[in-house]
Structure formats: structure tokens, C-alpha cells
T-cell receptor, first 114, second 114 residues
Framework: AQSVSQHNHHVILSEAASLELGCNYS??????LFWYVQYPGQHLQLLLK??????LVKGIKGFEAEFIKSKFSFNLRKPSVQWSDTAEYFC????????????FGKGTTLSVSS | EPEVTQTPSHQVTQMGQEVILRCVPI?????FYWYRQILGQKVEFLVS????????KSEIFDDQFSVERPDGSNFTLKIRSTKLEDSAMYFC????????????FGPGTRLTVL
């Protein structure tokens, strides 16, 4: 069965610090990879996704993620965080087939102090 | 930008009662999903729905659960006889019809079973 691991449960950073959130998945086939964000009081929103091509994908708000197939990883990065990045971040994966279930990691809470 | 909407935002019910959670997916989307998140746990897939039938379901989605698209816009999740452990945030999502399409999430309904 597919599974997704997010290694950091809670990350606390100061503004302007760099961010890297780890995500590993287990699945043998072709997958799509996603990072979703949930700001306080808001719904899940897509940050970025990877399905093929360049393994370095860029998303909204300056976020990027790198797919490393050999490591089954899809880590999220941002060079300089802002207070407004305080949110919960979820890594997710699904099979590369229409309408399949997203399998989520447990999420990482990011707290950024100004 | 089109959004997935859900009603109600919060539902409180007594154990053993039936509840219906409602969702209006994005209008041109063809796949519809329900997920849930028990407090402190990961977001879990329940069911996906396509062309008026269930296309995939998880082991959580037992006989107590059902889904329906009663008209051209609504998508509902019914829990026939609620249990305490059904207390969770329930998210509806929708997507277009290709393998790489993003699932867009609604704001969620918080279900509290007393």
C-alpha cells in the first residue's frame, strides 16, 4: 500500500530563514506528487505538483520542490520564509491515473516568527 | 476563481443519528471525493465518485457511509448511524478528468458526534 512520511512534525523558524520540509513516499509505480498548504482557518490549497518532466517544480509564493526518484523523496523548499507562511503543509501522492485517491502525510506545522 | 463549497461548516449530532454532509463541486469537474481528518491525524481518503458511481473507496467507507449526486450540482455524504469515532473534519474535493489534474478541496465540515 502507498504511504507518505513527513519527518518534521513542527518546524519553528524566524523570518528570512530557509525552509526544507522532508517528504518520502512508498509506491512502486508511476505517481503524481503534491504539496498542499492549509493556512489557519482556510481550506487545503495546492502549492505545487509534480507529474513528469523537470524534477524541480516551482509553485506559488516562492515555494519549490525536488523529486528525487531514487530516494522516493519530494522535499519542499523556500529560500526565505515570511511570517505569512505560518501554516500546515501536507505532502500527498496518488497514482498517475484519473480520479485516484490522494494519500497524505501527517502534515508539518510551520511557525514563522517575525 | 471557482471553489468547492461545503455545508454546513459545523454539524453536531447525537450518536446513532443520520447526518448528510453537502458539497457543491466545481461546475465542470467530473471526479468527486470525500476525505476526512480526525483531530491530530492525517487526512484520509474515503471515496471517489465518477459518472454517477463509486470509482474507488477505502476500507473506512463501510456500509454506514453512502454518497450521492442527487442533482447536477450537489454531492452528498451520508452517515446512516453516527458513532463517536466519526467525529472529524470532512473534506469534499473535485477534479477534472485526467490523471494529472489537481484535486480542489472545500473548506470542510466539522462533524461532532456526542
Amino acid at each position: 500500500a502507498q504511504s507518505v512520511s513527513q519527518h518534521n512534525h513542527h518546524v519553528i523558524l524566524s523570518e528570512a530563514a530557509s525552509l526544507e520540509l522532508g517528504c518520502n513516499y512508498s509506491y512502486g509505480g508511476t505517481v503524481n506528487l503534491f504539496w498542499y498548504v492549509q493556512y489557519p482557518g482556510q481550506h487545503l490549497q495546492l502549492l505545487l505538483k509534480y507529474f513528469s518532466g523537470d524534477p524541480l517544480v516551482k509553485g506559488i509564493k516562492g515555494f519549490e520542490a525536488e523529486f528525487i526518484k531514487s530516494k522516493f523523496s519530494f522535499n519542499l523548499r523556500k529560500p526565505s520564509v515570511q511570517w505569512s507562511d505560518t501554516a500546515e503543509y501536507f505532502c500527498a501522492v496518488n497514482e498517475n491515473q484519473a480520479g485516484t485517491a490522494l494519500i497524505f502525510g501527517k502534515g508539518t506545522t510551520l511557525s514563522v516568527s517575525s | 476563481e471557482p471553489e468547492v463549497t461545503q455545508t454546513p461548516s459545523h454539524q453536531v449530532t447525537q450518536m446513532g443519528q443520520e447526518v448528510i454532509l453537502r458539497c457543491v463541486p466545481i461546475s465542470n469537474h467530473l471526479y468527486f471525493y470525500w476525505y476526512r481528518q480526525i483531530l491530530g491525524q492525517k487526512v484520509e481518503f474515503l471515496v471517489s465518485f465518477y459518472n454517477n458511481e463509486i470509482s474507488e473507496k477505502s476500507e473506512i467507507f463501510d456500509d454506514q457511509f453512502s454518497v450521492e449526486r442527487p442533482d447536477g450540482s450537489n454531492f452528498t455524504l451520508k452517515i446512516r448511524s453516527t458513532k463517536l469515532e466519526d467525529s472529524a473534519m470532512y473534506f469534499c474535493a473535485s477534479s477534472l478528468d485526467s490523471s494529472t489534474d489537481t484535486q480542489y478541496f472545500g473548506p470542510g465540515t466539522r462533524l461532532t458526534v456526542l
